[in-house]
T-cell receptor, first 117, second 110 residues
Framework: QVQLMQSGAEVKKPGASVKVSCKTS????????IHWVRQAPGQGLEWMGR????????VYSQRFQGRVTMTGDTPVSTGYMELSSLKSDDTAVYYC??????????WGQGALITVSS | QSVLTQPPSVSGSPGQSVTISCTGT?????????VSWYQQHPGKGPKVIIY???HRPSGVPDRFSGSKSGNTASLTVSGLQGEDEADYYC??????????FGGGTKLTVL
């Protein structure tokens, strides 16, 4: 069955970077885009960008342009999202999700990233 | 401020129907048939219940239906049940391969 397993929770200091992984299984990794979506405590869903595992290309939300990098490692069927220059309002649960047609059909369990001094 | 506009909350009694709207522009909802709806229970991750405006993934009850008219998409939940109480988010593709979400709607079953 399709699964997306994310790395665990992390605590980071302001100004640091964080890299979250998303290991996929149960389907052909290069066949579907991987999206990254975050959710701050008590807030809604916010799209960060998407990564194409087939070409290595990424499209980012303008809000995160210059601070986010999405990559992948095909041999291990894993996508990554790195966010730099962390601020306290980057504290959120970060999800990866697989694109199916026009929607996101399978989601990772989420990774809580806390930014605190 | 979210790109797509949803009502903050809706409510209904068991057995009734409720509709949640999602308003965008010609650059997103009105321009593409790529509107999705997600259900999120407290402490859980989102789950897709409608994709491509009106398609239901397998396993999603047919009480959930989606539609679109112009720049506004809608999710209708018929025959409300207690387990339907959750937050609901719409999303749409936008020009330049961008994905946008609505601010979310809290559905309360009275």
């Amino acid at each position: 069955q399709v699964q997306l397993m994310q790395s665990g929770a992390e605590v980071k200091k302001p100004g640091a970077s964080v890299k979250v992984s998303c290991k996929t299984s149960g389907y052909s990794y290069t066949s579907n885009f991987i999206h990254w979506v975050r959710q701050a405590p008590g807030q809604g869903l916010e799209w960060m960008g998407r990564f194409n595992p087939n070409t290595g290309d990424a499209v980012y939300s303008q809000r995160f342009q210059g601070r986010v990098t999405m990559t992948g490692d095909t041999p291990v069927s894993t996508g990554y999202m790195e966010l730099s220059s962390l601020k306290s309002d980057d504290t959120a649960v970060y999800y990866c999700a697989r694109q199916f047609v026009g929607g996101l059909d399978y989601w990772g369990q989420g990774a809580l990233i806390t930014v605190s001094s | 401020q979210s790109v797509l506009t949803q009502p903050p909350s809706v409510s209904g009694s068991p057995g009734q129907s409720v509709t949640i709207s999602c308003t965008g522009t010609t650059s997103d909802v009105g321009g593409y048939n790529y509107v999705s709806w997600y259900q999120q229970h407290p402490g859980k991750g989102p789950k897709v219940i409608i994709y491509d405006v009106s398609h239901r993934p397998s396993g999603v009850p047919d009480r959930f239906s989606g539609s679109k008219s112009g720049n506004t998409a809608s999710l209708t939940v018929s025959g409300l049940q207690g387990e339907d109480e959750a937050d609901y988010y719409c999303s749409s593709y936008r020009d330049n391969n961008i994905l946008v979400f609505g601010g979310g709607t809290k559905l309360t079953v009275l």
